[in-house]
């Protein structure tokens, strides 16, 4: 991922969300001087690719990650209306997102709603749980792998702007 590709998209972006919207006397916010976090759906460019088009064109609007994998790597949790910046499978910038919901649940307790809302495949509660196995089995980050209990991050987002 190029840095200055990232920095490039978030001035674009914070001014088409509007998210400087602070008078000037104020100084500079947060936002305008730290970009959020930018990463990449799955675990391979073409998975990143695929994932990313769902979202552009409204039809994946949820995502879920193994919490062990936040943990493991020392990473804090999305909060409810942080922003992410959304990389294709090459690491350049296309979204920015909000989260709209985030919370933990067991994997075998994710919902046919939630399946739904991640938007892959079949959509169906069954395919998603089969695909979702596979690939928490696949990138575990730590040794704790897979289990059906694991607890797993089910976080909603809105796009706010995407690159055009």
């Known amino acids: 991922?190029?840095?200055?590709?990232?920095?490039?998209?978030?001035?674009?972006?914070?001014?088409?969300?509007?998210?400087?919207?602070?008078?000037?006397?104020?100084?500079?916010?947060?936002?305008?001087?730290?970009?959020?976090?930018?990463?990449?759906?799955?675990?391979?460019?073409?998975?990143?690719?695929e994932l990313l088009s769902l979202v552009l064109s409204g039809t994946k609007t949820a995502t879920s990650s193994a919490l062990w994998d936040y943990e493991d790597d020392g990473e804090p949790l999305p909060e409810r209306g942080s922003l992410s910046i959304l990389l294709d499978g090459s690491g350049h910038p296309r979204a920015l997102v909000e989260a709209t919901d985030v919370r933990v649940v067991p994997f075998d307790e994710v919902d046919d709603e939630h399946a739904f809302l991640e938007g892959e495949g079949d959509?169906?509660?069954?395919?998603?749980?089969?695909?979702?196995?596979?690939f928490f089995t696949r990138v575990a980050s730590?040794?704790?792998?897979?289990?059906?209990?694991?607890?797993?991050?089910?976080?909603?987002?809105?796009?706010?702007?995407?690159?055009?």
């Open 123 to 134: 959509r169906s509660l069954a395919q998603w749980r089969i695909a979702h196995e596979r």
């Open 1 to 49: 991922m190029e840095h200055s590709a990232v920095e490039a998209f978030w001035e674009l972006a914070r001014v088409h969300a509007r998210l400087n919207t602070a008078p000037a006397y104020f100084g500079p916010t947060s936002l305008e001087v730290v970009p959020p976090p930018a990463w990449s759906f799955g675990a391979e460019p073409t998975e990143a690719d």
């Open 142 to 164: 730590g040794e704790r792998g897979f289990r059906p209990d694991m607890p797993v991050v089910l976080e909603r987002f809105r796009v706010v702007y995407q690159d055009a």
